[in-house]
DNA sequence: CTGTTAGCGCGTTCAG
DNA sequence: CTGAACGCGCTAACAG
């Protein structure tokens, strides 16, 4: 009960070309044969086979999206929009999450590479040797890449990110503002160059401010809420600031816990600033101040870019930085306010 | 710089055949000649063309899964399992997130069909005339279906879900044990199955501890967080119980916020349950107490039924049914110790 | 055990 | 404007 296009030439009383030209909308023909042929079409329900069309070297219309985890809230999030204007663009999106193993990003790099992606997004920090080979390959294809978050270009390729040390900085200058002076930072993995770039605008307005700044402020934990809270109760322990930023949602929200296991009130005690912007700083009590990244901007800003390199209508590679906004709401107060 | 069977089989020494035939593991060679090709194969990083080998009629060895939203933390992690369950069976997977809009969910039945997977997970309600009838064409190819979360069956397909009924059975028991009697309960759109089976386990539970129940001490809402609070807010409003089962974490959480913005404190004044543990009742204050779904568990059943039933391995439908569990957290107290 | 050959469904010439 | 014929990379008989 397949229908191919022969059969669509056959109960049009046409040949196969006719149909493969209404198809790709080239060459020219009737008005007639062409609408009589899209109806048949239509009535049969008919699918051109995309392995066919494939193989013979057309493009698959479809992109590969390799992010980190997509449980994660603000992968999450992204996802779903890069889905959303990947399928306005036509395109179909292959979702790849390698929870933070360079062995599993590499194996998508040949995954997507087989399957002939048409181009490829990646919101992971691709580092490894061995993913690097891959992509590699997927370069010399000629297929073009796009890198959300992220800034690391080992190929040339577009570019969205935000502008992660202005987030630093207005985080820190929100809490400098309202008058905080013993600040905390927690940040996660350092190879993540959007932590650095976070922690580095921090510095830059304390710097700016004036006020002094010991490594013995930051905070180093780990990727899950439970080794975070851990990591974090620790060191309130030995020091209690008035003030803490978190690089992201996720690190916030085990401040307010862990902080609150030990008696410290958020905000009256300790204010507290995320980033991302995700549910949880809808979710939490108090609800989070925190840096926004324009997620569905994002999305649809590299989609955009990749979709014009895949259709060639863009030759030079270029970078998008988009601006982070600060949202207040009620985990950060004047240090005044508090007991 | 393309890679074909043809190029190998040239580099080895032998025809095209023998190449396939150690690629495809069937038929019989001299190790020594198949260890050659191997290493070939390795050498030269060569990978089978899909979309060739596809053509044949061959498995694609990739399944698709509709969810309503990957955003929603719960399906983000149902996704996450079922992709991690899904590779190590040797397939990938093909997301399609519907943001509820049946029509979306109709366009991605024909698209699989163009992709042409092995076989369909959905954790949608599949309810449309479109999709439905998009549906029955992929079915009509044999394309095996499984079915999560929901346990419509307009097609013999694989079922996994959890007992639902029991769960809002154990919610509400746990809420009557704890000693409340006034009990009030949200729930969402009443075609999810879902949530309707949620409400009558509640129910059950009520009846069977001998408490009456009113229709009144429902609350139905919508999808987004917004609303929910608007909604739950209203209702608190006319009557203040001492407890509150919401059918999911973010209703949940939605009238954990609506309270507090009159007031009324959880869990001193208001007792609340959530449904799904998700992120979410971690990092809500108080931390969730809610009804845990086997996420881990639901998604590696489904994929092994799937990929048994592509695979040949089983030809009768089977529904499993897995059982939630109770997570006690903070948001739930005794009325006594209530003020 | 291995090689040969005919398709798979479609795009693309190239003559009509 | 149309139709026949070839090729894309691979699998599956069928020969050897």
């Known amino acids: 009960m397949k229908k191919t296009i022969y059969d669509i030439a056959k109960h049009a009383g046409v040949s196969i070309a006719t149909v493969s030209r ?13 609408k009589r042929i899209l109806r048949i079409m239509e009535e049969f329900d008919y699918l051109p086979n995309m392995h066919a069309s494939a193989l013979t070297g057309k493009k698959t219309n479809s992109i590969g999206v390799i992010v980190p985890d997509v449980s994660n809230p603000f992968f999450g999030e992204i996802v779903k929009f890069i889905q959303l ?9 292959i979702i790849g999450s390698t929870d933070y193993h360079p062995e599993k990003e590499a194996n998508y790099f040949s995954l997507l590479k087989q399957k002939s992606v048409d181009g490829l997004i990646m919101a992971t920090s691709v580092d490894s040797d061995e993913s690097l080979e891959r992509l590699q390959e997927i370069v010399d294809d000629n297929v073009p890449l796009a890198m959300l978050t992220h800034d690391r270009m080992p ?13 630093g900085y207005i985080a820190t200058n929100h809490l400098l503002e309202l008058g905080h002076k013993d600040i905390v930072f927690v940040t996660g993995s350092q190879t993540m160059t959007s932590f650095r770039d976070r922690i580095k605008g921090a510095r830059q307005s304390l710097e700016h401010n004036g006020v002094e700044f010991h490594e013995s402020q930051i905070i180093k934990s780990h990727f ?12 309130l322990e030995t020091h209690l600031p008035t003030a803490i930023f ?10 307010i816990q862990a902080a ?7 905000p009256e005690d300790l204010s507290v600033v995320g980033f ?13 101040t925190t840096i926004s990244q324009p997620k569905a901007d994002m999305g649809k800003q590299i989609v955009r870019m990749l979709v014009e390199a895949i259709e060639g209508k863009k030759t030079s590679k270029s970078k998008i930085i ?14 005044e306010a508090q007991v």
Request: overall charge negative.
């Open 246 to 255: 978190a690089v992201n949602d996720v690190f916030a929200c085990a401040t």
């Open 322 to 335: 988009l601006s982070p906004e600060l949202i207040i709401r009620q985990s950060t107060v004047k240090p």
């Open 85 to 93: 204007f990947a399928e306005e663009q036509g395109y179909t999106v």
């Open 224 to 235: 899950s809420i439970e080794g975070a809270k851990e990591d974090i109760g620790q060191y």
């Open 22 to 34: 209404v198809i790709n909308n080239t060459g020219r023909m009737s008005d007639e044969t062409r």
């Open 155 to 167: 190929f040339p390729m577009d570019v969205v990110t935000i502008d992660d040390s202005m987030g």
């Open 276 to 288: 991302d912007n995700t549910v949880l700083a809808e979710v939490t009590d108090p609800p989070l």
């Open 260 to 266: 609150r296991k030990r008696g410290v009130k958020v």
